[in-house]
């Protein structure tokens, strides 16, 4: 598929592993351009894809100790980059849904409105990062990071009428994974273990 960029091979992972700063620099080089592909297809915008595979590779240089098995390093490295791409869409709607400075919602929320909140917050990042590509990036710019519409169409070099097309299909799509995880309730999204550093 990547021809020109294979993957590091396992006796130099091994090395890495085991201590040789060499072998290190070139695995974490020969996964970059893997580790950015990840990132295109799987975060929101251009930025948070460069922003996740940095991320990616730091964890990559720093626990490479903690990879299992040598030949797990592409999956081991795709988990990394979608944890990391879904964190910055709860960061988002964390953000965006954030309640007001109200005199009247002054109150400090209950240890089980904020769990239930958090809870919330986690399925509908889950469900957002799970939409394709297209579908993933003109959501989050339109709808949680409030850009303009024209400013949306003109960013995915889109007519205003195919942004507002892609938008809609979008919610749809939003509205209709929301709607099957409420009514499975038993069945838990595949949530990500926070810094992930396992294979």
């Not at 396992?10 to 201590?19: H, P, S, T, V």
């Not at 939409?131 to 989050?140: A, C, G, H, K, T």
């Not at 809609?168 to 949530?191: K, S, W, Y």
Request: aromatic share 4%.
């Amino acid at each position: 598929m990547n021809q020109r960029f294979p993957w590091p091979d396992e006796r130099l992972i091994k090395a890495a592993q085991d201590g040789d700063v060499t072998s290190l620099t070139t695995v974490v080089m020969e996964s970059q351009p893997h580790v950015r592909k990840f990132a295109i297809s799987l975060c929101a915008s251009p930025q948070d894809a460069e922003d996740a595979a940095q991320e990616a590779l730091i964890i990559l240089y720093r626990k490479i100790g903690t990879l299992r098995a040598t030949g797990a390093l592409a999956s081991w490295m795709f988990r990394i980059v979608r944890n990391e791409c879904l964190r910055q869409v709860r960061l988002l709607i964390a953000m965006r849904d954030e309640p007001s400075a109200e005199p009247e919602a002054s109150a400090e929320p209950s240890a089980e409105e904020a769990v239930l909140y958090r809870l919330e917050v986690e399925r509908i990042a889950a469900a957002v990062s799970a939409l394709p590509r297209e579908q993933r990036q003109v959501l989050i710019m339109r709808d949680v990071q409030g850009l303009p519409g024209k400013t949306v169409a003109h960013t995915l070099g889109l007519s205003t009428a195919a942004m507002k097309s892609r938008l809609h299909r979008a919610r749809a799509a939003l509205r209709h994974a929301l709607e099957a995880t409420d009514q499975a309730p038993d069945r838990a999204i595949d949530r990500p273990v926070e810094g992930e550093s396992r294979p």
